[in-house]
């Protein structure tokens, strides 16, 4: 579906021999037509389509409903190895991308730092099956179902062995590289701050994440609670500090890579839960869709996580802080003028604050997840809650960008009123002060 060429556009020139020597077995058995980038990309979309189509023909939504529960009624063993193969090939997925991403950090190797922002999913899925084909050709590798599994069963011991075999494939890319000048990590040390739990005190809500950030010792966190707007970023540099080298499009494809180490994240959560649940219990629900692998036509999931995104209050951990409110009154109106669109950025900033919470305390993301997953089955029939829930969302996401414009405006015009105010006192006092010299001037002169 793509050849070496492809995916040696999207890698540092420096890695290029590694990949031809170690993985261009698996990439040099599928034909290219053309080493435009642009022209790959639209390929694999137009492949994903046709395959979605493909699977669509295959059977109706209702037909592969009834095969999975058939199957959990006839066969459970087969039920539960068809979810374990899912959440191996996540599981996968998801430690290959968090190594990509600190490797990237680190500067060791450029896998998607000057990539365009919408090919940075691209790109890491490349790595992704590469790598994957490299794993399988170890004789001591395990299947996906056996790491799926190992994952449930164990999983600090599964992501400690899986590390240790990505980060080796990955650190070989460059044993063969030149000498040179190492480069220095990627610098997002703009401040120090937390992103403080909102909810210490506060009730139970079954959709907040109540978990606190801190950019200590994890800079990138910062991003967790922001909007991925050219726009928006390059502003929040401007102001952060107008002499840093860091890009917009740097900071961009960081924030396009921890969306979808998010993404994998809540998949892993959400199938090691799946494994040992009773797939009736979650029909109609955005949970449905990862048990049965379909399409979500309905964007329930999308729908779900920008309902989250909201009752964490995501939007509002950095209101205090006025480079973020400032740039945020950046996002121009057609970014956000339709409730699709606003979904769509909401559901992008959980992927990034969950996919963070994930790596810091999975325990946590896991029982959260379990806990929702239990209160969408006993509230299956309550639709006007969950759509009230939905359009408060949009609404609030609305309402945060309209007071972070007028406090914008606000500020301008109160520094406006200062000066005036300034002004009027200055022109004041210099009136008293040469009505005060005429009248001495009259008294010199007997007047």
């Known amino acids: 579906m793509f050849s070496y060429i492809s995916l040696r556009n999207s890698l540092c020139a420096q890695n290029k021999k590694y990949f031809s020597r170690t993985i261009s077995q698996s990439l040099a058995k599928r034909k290219s037509n053309s080493n435009d980038e642009l022209f790959l990309d639209s390929s694999i979309n137009t492949m994903e389509q046709i395959l979605t189509i493909l699977r669509n023909a295959h059977g109706t939504k209702t ?237 329930k999931i999308n729908q779900f996580k920008a309902i989250v995104a909201s009752r964490s209050m995501l939007l509002k951990r950095l209101a205090w802080f006025y480079p973020y409110r400032k740039s945020l009154a950046m996002l121009e109106e057609k970014n956000f003028d339709s409730k699709e669109k606003i979904v769509a950025i909401m559901a992008d900033i959980f992927d990034r604050f969950f996919g963070i919470c994930y790596k810091l305390d999975a325990k946590y993301c896991e029982q959260w997840v379990q806990n929702l997953m239990d209160f969408y089955s006993h509230n299956i029939k309550n639709e006007a809650f969950l759509d009230r829930l939905l359009e408060e969302s949009v609404a609030e996401f609305r309402e945060v960008v309209s007071k972070s414009s007028f406090n914008t405006f606000g500020a301008r015009w109160s520094q406006n009123l200062q000066y005036n105010k300034r002004s009027h006192l200055t022109d004041s006092k210099a009136e008293k002060q040469l009505v005060n010299e005429a009248r001495a001037l009259l008294q010199t002169q007997g007047v």
Not at 68 to 82: E, G, K, P, V
Not at 155 to 178: E, F, G, V, Y
């Open 63 to 299: 037909e592969t409903r009834e095969t999975i529960l058939d199957q959990y009624d006839s066969d459970l063993n087969a039920f539960r190895q068809r979810l374990l193969s899912f959440l191996g090939d996540d599981v996968f997925s998801l430690r290959t991308v968090d190594i990509l991403i600190d490797l990237q950090l680190r500067n060791d190797i450029d896998i998607f730092k000057d990539s365009p922002s919408n090919h940075t999913k691209t790109v890491l899925q490349r790595y992704i099956s590469a790598f994957r084909d490299q794993y399988s050709r170890d004789s001591l590798s395990f299947s996906m179902k056996d790491i799926g599994k190992s994952f449930k069963e164990n999983a600090q011991k599964t992501n400690s062995l899986l590390n240790n075999k990505i980060r080796r494939t990955a650190l070989n890319a460059m044993k063969d590289m030149p000498p040179g000048h190492k480069n220095s990590p990627l610098n997002f040390e703009f401040c120090q701050f937390n992103l403080y739990n909102p909810f210490r005190n506060g009730t139970a809500d079954p959709f907040a994440l109540r978990k606190g950030l801190s950019t200590k010792k994890h800079p990138t966190n910062l991003f967790s609670a922001m909007v991925n707007n050219e726009k928006v970023i390059r502003g929040f540099l401007s102001l952060i500090d107008k002499k840093s080298p860091t890009t917009p499009t740097v900071v961009q494809n960081i924030m396009t890579a921890q969306s979808f180490h998010g993404d994998l994240a809540f998949k892993v959560a959400v199938k090691w839960a799946l494994v040992d649940t009773d797939p009736r219990s979650l029909l109609e629900t955005p949970f449905e869709f990862y048990h049965l692998g379909t399409p979500d036509e309905m964007n």
